[in-house]
Structure formats: structure tokens, C-alpha cells
């Protein structure tokens, strides 16, 4: 229960602080932290506008997608303390939740009838589709090195005690950095501020949400930034105290919010047929630290 909370409350500023630094790197002032949330609050307060040519499955999808991302973070643990849903294996149903609240924002993109919608449903499920094994090799690679299959054992158990263990808490963090800007579609693979509809990828996707569906899809987005920023925290603060631990998830929280803007602020979107190399690249990181997991057990 802890964990749930807390990823709600970082979820508040996290896309606050990422559009602040963004605004101080381009040498503006830029909006309050909050401002996104108060965005979020007037859609919310708006109803919706449904085309005609779509049903009831695009009415559906805002809904399932933001419950989607709020049940798989109850799977998520803190300082060994278990999730709101813990069992064995459970980051399959972690990862697999998530697809589903996608499957449904990609239906209902295409249940719009429209071609650019399609197009970017299209490259959301090959970009999600290339991302999976990513995860599961790098979870799975800690569930090797820990002996367990669940978050909260994983984490609990998962110490450093050498420089491999830290070079493997690199590795990890970097990937599911990179993971959590792939299926939020953000840079480098894609860029929330464009209006090139030919190269949009999520954005495209949402063309035809309005209000509070709008509102719902955009707390999602924010949800699954800090979501995964805290399986970030989680690799770093297994032998902590419960308010120690608190204090150092909302730092890691703060400076995963502050990696997203320096990378938004200083790459530059890669060309979509490199899109598809650079996710496969992440796979291939994940199978190093596999393999190295491997050696360092004596099980090569």
C-alpha cells in the first residue's frame, strides 16, 4: 500500500520537474510543477466528444488503459515491503497488464477510421512488441541473480557487495529508463511536441480523445513515468529503513524526472527505421547483464 501511494504522489510533479528542466535548458523560466496536474483536472472536469464512425470499444479504452497502469502498480513493492499484489512470478503479470491497457489504446485508435491513428497504433504495437523481451530478459536476470521471481524478493533481496553488483544496477536502471521513454513514446524513439502526423507515433494515437478521456490518458502517462522510476528505486534501496527508504524514492524519483528532461532536451529523435535497432540494442544490454550474471554464479 505504501509503494501505491507513493508512486500517486510522484506521479503529481514527476512531469513537472521534466518540463521544468527543459524550459531551464532552453533558458526559460517555464511553468509551475504542478501545472500538468492542473491540466489533467480541468479535462477531467470536461465531458467527451465521440466521433460517429467510432464504438464503443474507443469510449472503452481511455478506462482500461489508466486501469491498466493503476493495477500494475499495486505490484510494485518498496523497501521489502510487498505491493498491494504480490505473488511468485508476478512481474509476468506486471508486464502483461500493461499490454493490455495497450492493446485496448491501440484498438481504440483504430476503431477511430482513421489512417493516422492506424499508422500510429501500428508503430506503438512494434515498438511495445520489440521493448518486451528487454524487460523479461533484465527481470529475469535478477530473478537468476537473487533466486526469487517476485518484486518484493527480488528487490529485498538484490544487494550490492561488489563492483559487478553495481555495474548490474547501472545496466538495469539505464534499461528500464529507456523502457519507461519507449512505452510513454518519448524521446529519442518519439517526440510528444510534434505535429507531423507522418512521424507521430502516441500522440497520433489520441487525436480523436477528448475531456475526460483525454484527462484519464494523460494521468496514465505520468502514472507509468513514476511507475517504473520506482523499479528503478526499488534497485537501490533494499537495506534502507521504511523512512530512509521514502525519503531516498522521492530523490531517485526527482532525479529520473531530471534524466527524462536533460534526454528530451539534448537528443534528437531518431529516424524511425532506427527506432526498431536502438530498442533491439536494449534487448542485447539485458543479455550482457545475463550473461554476466551467468559467469559471476559459476554457471557457464
Known amino acids: 500500500m505504501i509503494s501505491f501511494v507513493l508512486i500517486l504522489i510522484a506521479s503529481l510533479f514527476f512531469t513537472g520537474i521534466v518540463i521544468r528542466v527543459k524550459s531551464l535548458t532552453q533558458g526559460r523560466k517555464g511553468p509551475v510543477l504542478l ?45 521489502g515491503t510487498q505491493g498491494l499484489v504480490s505473488f511468485e512470478a508476478d512481474f509476468i503479470f506486471f508486464a502483461y497488464v500493461l499490454s493490455t491497457g495497450k492493446f485496448f489504446s491501440i484498438i481504440g485508435a483504430l476503431d477511430t477510421g482513421s489512417s ?8 506503438e504495437a512494434l515498438f511495445s512488441m520489440l521493448a518486451e523481451p528487454a524487460f523479461f530478459a533484465l527481470i529475469g536476470t535478477l530473478g537468476l541473480l537473487t533466486g526469487y521471481t517476485s518484486f518484493a524478493d527480488i528487490f529485498a533481496t538484490f544487494h550490492f557487495g561488489s563492483y559487478t553488483s553495481y555495474a548490474f544496477a547501472g545496466i538495469a536502471a539505464f534499461v528500464l529508463l ?23 507515433i502516441h500522440e497520433v494515437m489520441v487525436l480523436d480523445n477528448s475531456g475526460f478521456d483525454m484527462g484519464l490518458i494523460m494521468q496514465a502517462t505520468n502514472m507509468k513515468f513514476a511507475m517504473y522510476s520506482a523499479l528503478i528505486a526499488n534497485l537501490f ?34 529516424r524511425m527505421s532506427h527506432n526498431a535497432q536502438f530498442i533491439l540494442v536494449l534487448t542485447s544490454l539485458a543479455l550482457l547483464m545475463f550473461f554476466g550474471v551467468m559467469a559471476n554464479t559459476g554457471r557457464l
Open 35 to 79: 501545472q500538468p496536474i492542473y491540466d489533467i483536472w480541468r479535462l477531467l472536469r470536461k465531458g467527451a466528444v465521440f466521433s460517429s464512425t467510432s464504438s464503443a470499444i474507443f469510449q472503452w479504452a481511455p478506462s482500461v488503459y489508466f486501469a491498466s497502469v493503476l493495477m500494475a502498480m499495486c505490484v510494485v513493492p518498496l523497501c
Open 116 to 123: 493516422f491513428e492506424g499508422m500510429g497504433a501500428s508503430r
Open 178 to 200: 529507456m523502457i519507461c521513454m519507449i512505452e510513454n513514446s518519448r524521446m529519442p524513439v518519439d517526440d510528444p511536441k510534434t505535429h507531423l502526423e507522418l512521424t507521430m
Open 237 to 270: 534501496i533494499g537495506g534502507l529503513s521504511l523512512s530512509w527508504s521514502i525519503a531516498a524514492f522521492f530523490g531517485i524519483e526527482i532525479v529520473c524526472a531530471i534524466s527524462v528532461g536533460l534526454i528530451e532536451s539534448f537528443m534528437a529523435r531518431y
